[in-house]
């Protein structure tokens, strides 16, 4: 049984985005490198006519995917809800020699993407639906199918229940938690006071058959990560949906 616990999901969203503002101001929190598993999906699938293919960064923080995508010859758009991360985007494209796609980065949510309708080849939205309220979750997954091409593939990134900031949170709401760890050195640290949303695998797959329909196609993975000797698990799924 999950403990239930009041709270006002929208001033925790409010402030999970005010936290975040605050963060990217920080240089360990604008990593340089790209994720693995990103390059993988992006290469394994785009591989050839590069400068034909949009993707989106949905929730680019301060770009390294979009940095990546622009000196591989794709074409990179890139939106966030933090001010400071989408600054400092432009800023990376600019000293990159990429300055050219700098107006495809902007402040905004990703549950209310402002572009038409069939226009991105892929979208990446890695670490960042968890951070939204359920609402705007639901309004994410419907904004990337209207936005995604045919045939074309969304990677996700989310953390699920079996993740220790879920199971060890002594204030949960239904797939909510709210995050309080004493350790600097574990990386939940970083978002004391933020309510994020932890996904099991059912939600996730009732989710999109009924934004995107029943037949598509859909890979879950779990990714799990264990640090001072297997105590505490960084649980998430890798999902790749593609548009019908």
Known sequence: MRKKISFDIRKSTKYNKEKWVSLHNEARFRPRYPIEE??????????????????????????????????????????????????YTKK??????????????????IAELPFKKSYFNAIICWAVLYYLSENNIKSAISEFHRVLKR???????????????????????????????????????SENGMTLFFFEQNYIENLFKSTWGKNIK????????????????DSNFLIIVTKN
Do not use: W
């Not at 990429?98 to 905004?108: L, P, Q, Y």
């Open 38 to 87: 990103v390059v993988q999906f992006v290469f394994r699938n785009y591989r050839s006519t590069r400068s034909e293919v949009r993707i989106l960064d949905a929730g680019c923080g301060a770009g390294r995917h979009v940095k990546f995508l622009a000196e591989e010859g794709f074409i990179p758009y890139g939106i966030d809800f933090s001010e400071s991360g989408v600054e």
């Open 218 to 233: 859909i890979e879950i993975e779990r990714d799990v990560k264990t640090i001072e000797n297997g105590q505490y698990a």
């Open 151 to 189: 045939k074309g593939k969304l990677l996700l990134f989310v953390r699920n229940t079996d993740d220790y900031r879920y199971v060890n949170s002594a204030n949960k709401n239904g797939f909510y938690a709210t995050i309080n760890e004493s350790s600097e050195s574990r990386n939940a640290f």
């Open 92 to 109: 990376m494209l600019s000293l990159s020699g990429h300055d050219k796609f700098s107006s495809n980065i902007i402040c905004g949510s």
